[in-house]
């Protein structure tokens, strides 16, 4: 077919130049690899757009499977081009992938591989295989494809061209979300991004797994023993998710689903979510930190998902405010407190900013006095410095410290006079 020559796919890719394609075909068959493909995304999209001309390729990366030794690969590839326009970006010898970039193009480059879980939400055992044993370890049929760079030709063992023909997204397996739950987020990330369904096959797959709950873990559980597929896998996937564009409907489909239960029950059941995160993207907050801290116990939540050590101080910090805020609302002394007194206190809290606008976007109660320190009490200084001090005859020493605080408390005060 014509659609899948690869002068006809350098046309539709602009990014692509004439002759690329043929030059990564060339290098296989002189490092004697006799099967190489394009999978993933590009396909998928090339389909799209011979359905639907208006369709824009948004091109990323090339997505490349080799049935053969990918370090013998790109050492043609090098030899053929020079080392200094084939760049080695990252190579992970135990799945058998590398990632490249040549003259600005990046390629990733897996050598063809078959999965197997021994254990239900880690990550699997891999051997090499041929490519349409790839195929088949992947995880939607609008996904399970190849363009046979050799025959120019399409591999479709899932029937993903009709798929994409009728927008319907389907598991490959009846055990894909037991072996690898990320697949459901992924599955909202594709829906939302393509106006795809998931067809009834999937959507029961999904209630009838998270509802049997097939993992040895349980959320409550130790964090360090969390399957990977629970724990930093699923924060790389939700994370994808809240970075696109169409992490709205994304959202709402996987609380549609039932599926944010995978992440936190509070999460799932929470009808402003969407509301609360588009707030904190407003904000400035990173989305995934807001979308943790809204959970049941955010601190927990932050350790399975292996946030970095940033994000969970700022969550940290933010529920030692809720804390000290909480018990404060029930005693309305604090309703007497000058923005001095208030100054003191949040500062001796000790937590970043933050942790702050954390707290204030989840619309804490008392969040007028965060708000009031945030942005006007903390850059308030005090009128005098250490040096005038020290010329009018003060001898260093603490005191000198604690004049320059009460100064800036007294200014603080005077500012902010009703």
Same mark, same amino acid.
């Given at each position: 077919?014509? *659609?899948?020559?690869?002068?006809?796919?350098?046309? @539709?890719?602009?990014?692509?130049?004439?002759?690329?394609?043929?030059?990564?075909?060339?290098?296989?068959?002189?490092?004697?690899? %006799?099967?190489?493909?394009?999978?993933?995304?590009?396909? =998928?999209?090339?389909? +799209?757009?011979?359905?639907?001309?208006?369709?824009?390729?948004?091109?990323?990366?090339?997505?490349?499977?080799?049935?053969?030794?990918?370090?013998?690969?790109?050492?043609?590839?090098?030899?053929?081009?020079?080392?200094?326009?084939?760049?080695?970006?990252?190579?992970?010898?135990?799945?058998?992938?590398?990632?490249?970039?040549?003259?600005?193009?990046?390629?990733?480059?897996? &050598? &063809?591989?078959?999965? %197997?879980?021994?254990?239900?939400?880690?990550?699997?055992?891999?051997?090499?295989?041929?490519?349409?044993?790839?195929?088949?370890?992947?995880?939607?049929?609008?996904?399970?494809? &190849?363009?046979?760079?050799?025959?120019?030709?399409?591999?479709?063992?899932?029937?993903?061209?009709?798929?994409?023909?009728?927008?319907?997204?389907?598991?490959?397996?009846?055990?894909?979300?037991?072996?690898?739950? +990320?697949?459901?987020?992924?599955?909202?990330?594709?829906?939302?991004?393509?106006?795809?369904?998931?067809?009834?096959?999937?959507? =029961?797959?999904?209630?009838?797994?998270?509802?049997?709950?097939?993992?040895?873990?349980?959320?409550?559980? #130790? +964090?360090?023993?969390?399957?990977? &597929?629970?724990?930093?896998?699923?924060?790389?996937e939700l994370e994808l998710l809240l970075k696109s564009t169409y992490w709205e409907t994304a959202?709402? #489909?996987?609380?549609?689903w039932g599926a944010l239960i995978i992440v936190d029950s509070k999460l799932q059941n929470d009808?402003?979510?969407?509301?609360?995160?588009?707030?904190?993207?407003?904000?400035?907050?990173?989305?995934?930190?807001?979308?943790?801290?809204?959970?049941?116990?955010?601190?927990?939540?932050?350790?399975?998902?292996? *946030?970095?050590?940033?994000?969970?101080?700022?969550?940290?910090?933010?529920?030692?405010? %809720?804390?000290?805020?909480?018990?404060?609302?029930?005693?309305?002394?604090?309703?007497?407190?000058?923005?001095?007194?208030?100054?003191?206190?949040?500062? @001796?809290?000790n937590v970043s900013e933050s942790s702050f606008k954390l707290e204030i976007w989840k619309e804490?109660?008392?969040?007028?006095?965060?708000?009031?320190?945030?942005?006007?009490?903390?850059?308030?200084?005090?009128?005098?410095?250490?040096?005038?001090?020290?010329?009018?005859?003060? *001898?260093?020493?603490?005191?000198?410290?604690?004049?320059?605080?009460?100064?800036?408390?007294? *200014?603080?005060?005077?500012?902010?006079?009703?």
């Amino acid at each position: 077919m014509e *659609l899948f020559d690869k002068a006809k796919i350098e046309d @539709e890719i602009r990014e692509l130049p004439a002759g690329f394609l043929t030059i990564l075909l060339d290098a296989a068959a002189s490092a004697n690899i %006799n099967s190489i493909a394009i999978v993933g995304g590009v396909v =998928r999209d090339l389909i +799209t757009k011979s359905k639907n001309q208006n369709f824009e390729i948004i091109f990323n990366d090339l997505d490349l499977v080799i049935e053969g030794d990918t370090s013998i690969y790109i050492k043609e590839l090098q030899r053929l081009l020079g080392p200094e326009t084939v760049k080695v970006i990252r190579n992970n010898k135990a799945y058998k992938t590398l990632e490249i970039i040549i003259n600005g193009i990046k390629i990733d480059i897996a &050598a &063809a591989r078959e999965e %197997n879980y021994p254990i239900p939400g880690e990550n699997p055992i891999v051997k090499l295989s041929t490519i349409k044993d790839d195929l088949i370890r992947r995880d939607f049929n609008i996904n399970a494809m &190849a363009i046979d760079l050799k025959e120019n030709k399409v591999i479709d063992l899932f029937s993903g061209f009709d798929a994409i023909c009728n927008m319907k997204i389907d598991f490959l397996h009846e055990s894909s979300v037991l072996d690898d739950p +990320t697949r459901i987020i992924r599955a909202s990330r594709y829906s939302a991004k393509l106006n795809f369904n998931l067809s009834n096959q999937a959507l =029961r797959q999904i209630k009838e797994t998270l509802n049997l709950w097939p993992w040895n873990w349980q959320i409550g559980d #130790n +964090t360090d023993l969390a399957p990977t &597929a629970l724990s930093i896998r699923l924060k790389m996937e939700l994370e994808l998710l809240l970075k696109s564009t169409y992490w709205e409907t994304a959202l709402k #489909n996987l609380q549609t689903w039932g599926a944010l239960i995978i992440v936190d029950s509070k999460l799932q059941n929470d009808q402003r979510l969407i509301e609360k995160i588009f707030i904190a993207k407003k904000s400035n907050i990173e989305p995934l930190t807001a979308l943790v801290y809204e959970s049941e116990e955010p601190i927990y939540l932050a350790k399975r998902l292996h *946030l970095n050590q940033k994000q969970q101080q700022t969550i940290e910090g933010a529920s030692k405010l %809720n804390k000290y805020l909480r018990n404060l609302a029930d005693n309305y002394i604090y309703r007497k407190w000058s923005p001095s007194k208030w100054t003191r206190i949040l500062e @001796e809290i000790n937590v970043s900013e933050s942790s702050f606008k954390l707290e204030i976007w989840k619309e804490n109660p008392l969040k007028e006095y965060l708000k009031h320190w945030l942005f006007n009490w903390k850059n308030i200084e005090s009128p005098i410095k250490g040096d005038d001090l020290i010329a009018n005859g003060w *001898l260093p020493g603490p005191e000198i410290g604690e004049e320059i605080k009460r100064q800036r408390m007294k *200014l603080i005060d005077e500012e902010n006079i009703n």
